[in-house]
């Protein structure tokens, strides 16, 4: 599902964070949004999911504008977000949380769907574990689960490879790139890692002090526009 999000505005109180940004997003595109802590990354994604929506300016979703729905209604139109830090709640199990996803889609189910493990085949076994013992690594595996049994058009991750061992982010790396073609599902992620951006997305845009100064295909990433950019 294609997105596209124009000269949006967003603001935290009176302070303007995000300046007229705008981006388009292909059917079945991967998209990363790199930039220095506190270019406005974040802010970005939640500008999108409406958690934050902008002041300014037009997103929309298959073509349908969505800038003044609240966020659920978002959801129930193929929007799923796997937010940094994971946001697993810790004192419910993992089927647990996964239902809890399924009901922000306004779906019921008392049985784990199997898309879970088709994806996570270790989550498998991980079912009636708490959220809060799980490893970095499996609790980013269900961060993504509780996402892709939402069914989206448009996955949102804010930073998928943070704190991760690199096998684990071989394995994310891997599945990320699956889900385009499989579930027809366009994805938006904001990186810090370089190497993982390079690998999985098509195109890149980079944001500094709340305005985009570069976009282009990731094959174009040079050195030299790290340096420029995104180096401290």
Not at 8 to 30: A, K, M, N, P, R
């Amino acid at each position: 599902m294609t997105l596209q999000v124009s000269g949006i505005d967003t603001f935290y109180g009176t302070s303007h964070i995000l300046h007229q940004v705008s981006l388009e997003i292909g059917e079945g595109e991967i998209y990363a949004v790199l930039g220095r802590n506190g270019a406005g990354k974040t802010t970005l994604l939640r500008s999108i999911t409406g958690v934050n929506p902008p002041r300014n300016g037009s997103i929309t979703l298959g073509g349908v504008e969505i800038s003044g729905l609240k966020s659920h209604v978002r959801t129930r139109l193929g929007l799923s977000y796997v937010p940094q830090g994971r946001e697993i709640i810790p004192d419910i199990t993992v089927a647990e949380n996964i239902y809890l996803a399924l009901l922000g889609k306004g779906l019921k189910s008392d049985k784990v769907p199997d898309i879970v493990f088709d994806y996570f085949p270790k989550l498998r076994e991980l079912l009636g574990r708490k959220g809060g013992v799980l490893s970095g690594g499996e609790q980013q595996q269900l961060a993504i689960a509780r996402a892709l049994v939402q069914e989206p058009k448009l996955l949102l991750m804010d930073e998928p490879t943070e704190g991760l061992q690199p096998s684990v982010v071989e394995e994310i790396d891997a599945i990320i790139k699956r889900i385009p073609t499989d579930r027809k599902c366009s994805i938006l992620l904001v990186e810090q890692n370089l190497d993982f951006v390079r690998s999985i997305a098509r195109k890149f845009a980079i944001l500094d002090t709340g305005r985009i100064v570069c976009q282009d295909e990731t094959d174009r990433l040079t050195d030299r526009i790290v340096r420029q950019y995104l180096q401290i």
